[in-house]
C-alpha cells in the first residue's frame, strides 16, 4: 500500500520530538479488495493484546508492528507475531511507509497524540476509547480526521452489534413502550484499592519513562504497581467515567438520543474516593445529572461492593453495567449484548440478545480498504461526544466542593418518570456511602455546583465557568504537546 507513503518524518524532528506535516500530499486511494492491510499496534498491555488477536484474525490483516514503551511488552508480543517489527518510540514506528494503520491501546493520556501523529503520518487510526483525556485534545483529532481525510474509529465496539438497532427500532419507530421520559446509567462493578507507598514506586527497568509519560506531567508515584493502575489518577487515567462510563453512556447516546444531542447543555456531578485511603485521586463513587434538553439522564457509579464485606455490587432495578430508559408504558434495561423490555408492572414484553460487538475490528478495515468513512459504527466525531459527557461529568467532580443541602435544587425532572429516577438515585448513593460510613456532607465528598455547558463551543458558560473552562485543556510536556489544528 504505497501509497499511504506521503508524510515524511524528518530525522532533525525526529530528535526534537516534533514532527513535520506536509499537508498537501495527495488523497488516499481505495486499496484492492485482496491487498494486504499492515497494521500496528500502540501499546501492547492487556487491551492492547485484544487488539493483537482481534485484527489478526481478520483475512487480509498483517500485524506489521509493535509499540509500547516497556520493551518487556513488545518482546512478549513479538513471541507471538515474530515478524512484526518491535518499537519503543512511536515515532520511528510511523516513519515506516509500508504501515497503513494504526490501533491505540495506550493509556488514556497518550491517545490523541497518538492518533493526530498517525494521520499526519498518513496512517489511518483505530484508538480506543475514551477518545480524549480532555475536551480540548479531542476536538483536535476530529480536526485532524478532517484535515488529512483520514478514517478514525473508536473503540467502542458495542456499536457494532445489531442489538443497537433493534433497541432502536424497539424504542423509536414502534414505540412499544411509549414516550421516554428519563433514563438511568450505570456502571456497578467492585475494583479495589491501588495501594499507597511511602516511599516512591521504582519505574521497571524495561521502560523508557520519558515515552510512558509522553504528554503527561513528569510525578512521582505512590500506587503499588506501574501498570493499569494509571486509570486512577487523573495525570494519566479519567477514572472510571472514562475506562467503563463512556461505554454506557455511548449506549445510550446511540440507542436513546440516535447521537441528536452531542453533549449536555448542564452538568452536576458529585462523589469522592473513599474508604480505601490509597494513592489514586479518581472518584470510586460517582454521579452526574446531564441536562439534554429533553429527557433528563443520570449516571452511578461505584467501585465499592454494595455493602461492605460483601461481594455483590450495586444495581438499580437489576441494572449493574448497562441503562435503564424509563418510558411512560414501561422501561427498558440495556446492557451489552443484550436487553429487555417491560411493562409498567413489571412484566417482561420482549428480550434482544446479540453479540458485544465483534465486528467492531473488521469495520474498521473494511472503511480503510475503501477510504471511507461513511460506513463506520463509531467515527471520530461519534467517538469525541460521547468521551466528552464522561470528560464533563469529570470536571464536574474536579470542582466540587463540600455538599450544601440546596446542592441538588436546579436539577429539572419534567416529569414522573425523571422524578423517580432521581429520587431513587439520590437516595442509593446516600445510602451507599451511609453503609461504608460517610454522609454526603463529609469533606472527602465532592458536590458541584450546576454548571452550564455550550455544546457548539465546548466551553462552560456563567457562573462557575472560569474553574471549569481550565480543565478543558491540560498542560503538556515540551515534545509531547498536543498540537491545534485548525
Known amino acids: 500500500m504505497s501509497q499511504f507513503n506521503r508524510r515524511q518524518f524528518l530525522q532533525s524532528s525526529l530528535a526534537a520530538g516534533a514532527f513535520v506535516s506536509l499537508s498537501s500530499a495527495s488523497p488516499a486511494k481505495a486499496m484492492a479488495a485482496n491487498e494486504e492491510v499492515n497494521i500496528a499496534v500502540i501499546g501492547c498491555g492487556g487491551r492492547g493484546g485484544e487488539h493483537l488477536g482481534q485484527f489478526s484474525s481478520l483475512s487480509g490483516v498483517n500485524i506489521a508492528g509493535l509499540v509500547d514503551p516497556d520493551e518487556s511488552r513488545t518482546g512478549s508480543a513479538q513471541r507471538k507475531f515474530p515478524k512484526a517489527k518491535r518499537y519503543t518510540d512511536i515515532r520511528k514506528m510511523l516513519e515506516d511507509p509500508a504501515i497503513d494503520a494504526v490501533t491505540i491501546a495506550s493509556c488514556n493520556h497518550w491517545h490523541c497524540l497518538a492518533a493526530i501523529w498517525a494521520m499526519e503520518a498518513g496512517k489511518d487510526v483505530y484508538v480506543e476509547k475514551p477518545l480524549s483525556h480532555s475536551q480540548w485534545e479531542g476536538r483536535q483529532v476530529v480536526n485532524a480526521a478532517r484535515k488529512y481525510d483520514k478514517v478514525v474509529q473508536i473503540g467502542t465496539q458495542q456499536r457494532s452489534s445489531p442489538i443497537q438497532d433493534e433497541a432502536k427500532k424497539l424504542l423509536h419507530e414502534e414505540k412499544a413502550l411509549g414516550k ?131 461481594r455483590k455490587s450495586l444495581n438499580y432495578r437489576g441494572v449493574t453495567s448497562g441503562y435503564l430508559v424509563q418510558c411512560e408504558g414501561g422501561y427498558y434495561s440495556g446492557r451489552r449484548g443484550g436487553g429487555d423490555a417491560y411493562d409498567n408492572q413489571g412484566k417482561k414484553m420482549r428480550s434482544l440478545k446479540g453479540s458485544s460487538g465483534t465486528s467492531h475490528a473488521q469495520n474498521f478495515i473494511d472503511a480503510v480498504r475503501a477510504q471511507d468513512n461513511s460506513n463506520l459504527k463509531a467515527e471520530v466525531a461519534v467517538g469525541h461526544d460521547s468521551t466528552g459527557w464522561c470528560n464533563l461529568a469529570n470536571i464536574g467532580f474536579q470542582v466540587g466542593g463540600q455538599y450544601k443541602p440546596d446542592a441538588f435544587e436546579e436539577i429539572v425532572t419534567p416529569n414522573e418518570g425523571a422524578k423517580r429516577i432521581w429520587s431513587d438515585l439520590q437516595a442509593q448513593m446516600e445510602s451507599h456511602l451511609a453503609a461504608h460510613g460517610y454522609k454526603l456532607s463529609d469533606s472527602e465528598i465532592r458536590v458541584s455546583p450546576m454548571l452550564n455547558h455550550d455544546p457548539e463551543t465546548e466551553r462552560f458558560t456563567g457562573p462557575h465557568a472560569e474553574g471549569a473552562n481550565a480543565l478543558l485543556k491540560r498542560e503538556y510536556r515540551k515534545g509531547y504537546e498536543v498540537p491545534e489544528i485548525a
Open 180 to 310: 421516554i421520559l428519563s433514563v438511568q446509567v450505570c456502571r456497578y462493578g467492585i475494583r479495589g484499592s491501588i495501594g499507597k507507598r511511602s516511599t516512591p514506586l521504582e519505574v521497571p527497568s524495561s521502560v523508557d519513562y520519558d515515552l510512558w509519560l509522553g504528554p503527561a506531567a513528569d510525578q512521582v508515584l505512590y500506587r503499588d504497581k506501574f501498570h493499569y493502575d494509571w486509570h486512577w489518577d487523573w495525570n494519566t487515567g479519567s477514572g472510571e467515567m472514562g475506562n467503563w462510563g463512556v461505554h454506557v453512556l455511548d449506549d445510550v447516546r446511540n440507542v436513546v438520543f440516535r447521537d441528536s444531542v452531542k453533549l449536555p447543555t448542564r452538568i452536576l456531578a458529585g462523589g469522592g474516593r473513599v474508604v480505601w485511603n490509597d494513592a489514586g485521586d479518581t472518584p470510586n463513587v460517582h454521579f452526574a445529572y446531564f441536562d439534554t434538553g429533553e429527557i433528563p439522564t443520570f449516571i452511578g457509579l461505584s467501585n465499592l461492593p454494595a455493602v461492605p464485606g460483601e
